[in-house]
């Protein structure tokens, strides 16, 4: 398989015009990846739009494409969205990194109660920006054509007033209902993950109160940097994408 990169504005080069890769994905491309001229590539924008190319020009300040073929890929009809818990080390990173592989279409922050993890003041920027370098160095490695976006972080409040346009699946290891019995309906749908030390009751009352469901993977409890990706590949078989 071609090595695949990504660029931050939109292509819009078409066959038998040229695309450039500068800065840091330039210097990945041929100072890490060492691609060559003559080589094959794909190139991606994050928004739908792929190129295929040879390699024309291959330096760590500035790599040069020559399109060969162009593809639209169109945004998924439904969106699945993982509202992942703050938690400590790198465990929520790690669910980010996964999710995104696996097809996540956005990415939630979300500050629980039970989160050792605090975002506040200029950390909310940063984390933010963080996990969306993570999530677009996963895309990139899975060769997606669309990245996810990583949003604001969401009180519990919040995350519950989006019962009211799309389905909310909370996980949760004291759920009487398995996954994978629930309909997924029509719509969008959101995973709701919680910390380390589990969603606190006092926050699975609100959010059932507003609508979501409770729902459980087995009967093992998993950490949270991977009941998110367990889950999502529920889903994915459950609305078609698998």
């Not at 739009?49 to 020559?66: F, Y």
């Amino acid at each position: 398989m071609a090595l695949h990169f990504l660029v931050d504005l939109p292509l819009t080069a078409r066959p038998g015009e040229s695309v450039e890769l500068t800065g840091a994905e330039a210097h990945h491309a041929a100072g890490v990846r060492r691609v060559r001229v003559g080589e094959t590539v794909t190139v991606g924008d994050g928004a739908g739009a792929w190129l295929e190319g040879t390699v024309t020009a291959a330096d760590p300040k500035l790599v040069r494409i020559e399109v060969r073929v162009r593809d639209e890929y169109p945004a998924p009809a439904r969106r699945v969205t993982l509202i992942q818990a703050l938690a400590k080390g790198d465990r929520d990173e790690l669910a980010v990194q996964a999710c995104t592989e696996l097809g996540i279409d956005a990415i939630v922050p979300w500050q629980a109660t039970r989160s050792v993890s605090r975002w506040s003041g200029p950390k909310v920027e940063r984390g933010v920006q963080r996990w969306a370098t993570i999530a677009r160095e996963a895309a990139k490695q899975a060769h997606r054509a669309w990245l996810p976006a990583v949003e604001a972080p969401l009180s519990t409040a919040e995350v519950a007033q989006r019962c009211a346009r799309e389905r909310v699946l909370v996980l949760e290891p004291t759920a009487t209902r398995r996954l994978s019995d629930v309909d997924a309906g029509e719509g969008d749908v959101s995973l709701v993950v919680g910390p380390e030390g589990g969603i606190a009751p006092e926050e699975l009352d609100a959010l059932t109160a507003a609508g979501a469901i409770t729902v459980r993977l087995g009967d093992t409890v998993l950490r949270t940097s991977t009941a998110g990706p367990a889950a999502l590949g529920v889903v994915n078989v459950a609305i078609g994408r698998w």
